[in-house]
């Protein structure tokens, strides 16, 4: 790491990233465990931001070795640490976010998205504010969960009907999972199918019904955090239109929980959008919300000023 990262990194106070006040949350990482030393994930991420490299406890690093997106070099917004922070990043796309902490001032924000979005000719520019559960704000926007695998059960949970692992069908059952990620291919089914072709995958697990795959998740996989705790990374998870309202998402996720305890994983951090399906499948689950996004698209104007979208 250069000095200049190492500086960068240790000018952050780490409170904006832990219970109560902030989020675990940072740019180019992505959600982390409140238990994670914070300190450590920023020198960890600024030094990665000069390489481009893929943290190796990064949840991407079963896809990537280097990251599209990274900390822009030099520039950081922490004016007054008692108001918040503010980090920006570009990807290989030319698209610029500025990721907000705390209540930083919005002159400040402005300015930046300004400044940065003309260096990089930017082709869009995003603001995302990250605000502890405790300050949730109304509108649209994403939450952050953590689910806890250590804590005992009363009984085993039970297989859950109609759930079965990919890799143990056969024959029509295969097609028929073809045909469903073909259907939920801007899903990021057709990502993975291209996954599959090319490199070895953790389980698949599918829900089927009347002969036929309507809904699927995975690729299971668990792998150590910066700490060493067994994660339970991301899955796709979906099921096909004219097959949702029948309960298969939350079969689907019993069944995810059930094999992440059976083969020794501590825990899961999920981001689901406020209040779908898969926002109250995590709250009914017993998962801990850790805080929430909003995410603002600034669209060029004619006049040279922008326009903000919330996403």
């Not at 992505?30 to 949840?59: I, M, Q, T, W």
């Not at 501590?266 to 981001?271: C, D, G």
Request: contains cysteine.
């Amino acid at each position: 790491m250069s000095n200049d990262s190492a500086a960068a990194a240790d000018r952050i106070c780490p409170s904006w990233f832990t219970a109560p006040t902030g989020v675990p949350h940072l740019p180019t990482l992505g959600a982390f465990h409140p238990g994670e030393n914070v300190s450590c994930l920023l020198r960890d991420v600024f030094s990665a931001a000069e390489s481009g490299a893929v943290l190796p406890y990064d949840k991407d690093a079963r896809w990537f070795t280097s990251k599209r997106e990274r900390i822009v070099p030099g520039v950081l917004t922490a004016e007054d640490a008692a108001a918040g922070v503010v980090i920006p990043t570009v990807t290989d796309r030319r698209r610029l976010t500025l990721y907000c902490y705390g209540e930083p001032a919005e002159e400040s924000i402005s300015e930046l998205a300004q400044t940065l979005g003309a260096r990089y000719a930017a082709q869009s520019t995003h603001v995302v504010r990250l605000h502890p559960a405790v300050r949730e704000r109304p509108g649209r926007g994403t939450r952050f969960w953590l689910h806890d695998f250590t804590a005992p059960l009363p009984a085993e949970p039970a297989p859950v009907p109609g759930v079965y692992v990919l890799s143990e069908c056969f024959g029509p059952l295969v097609l028929s999972f073809i045909d469903f990620a073909e259907q939920m291919r801007e899903h990021g089914w057709g990502f993975l199918r291209e996954q599959m072709r090319e490199r070895d995958l953790g389980p698949i697990l599918v829900r089927i019904h009347e002969g036929r795959v309507v809904g699927a998740s995975g690729p299971l996989e668990i792998r150590p955090d910066s700490a060493g705790r067994a994660r339970l990374l991301p899955q796709y998870l979906g099921v096909l239109p004219d097959q949702r309202g029948q309960g298969f998402g939350r079969e689907l996720r019993r069944a995810v929980v059930a094999w992440a305890r059976r083969n020794g994983a501590q825990y899961e951090l999920r981001q689901t959008e406020i209040d779908g399906v898969s926002d109250q499948i995590s709250a009914e689950q017993g998962a801990r919300c850790l805080g929430v996004q909003h995410r603002q698209v600034l669209v060029s104007g004619s006049t040279g000023g922008t326009a903000c979208e919330s996403v």
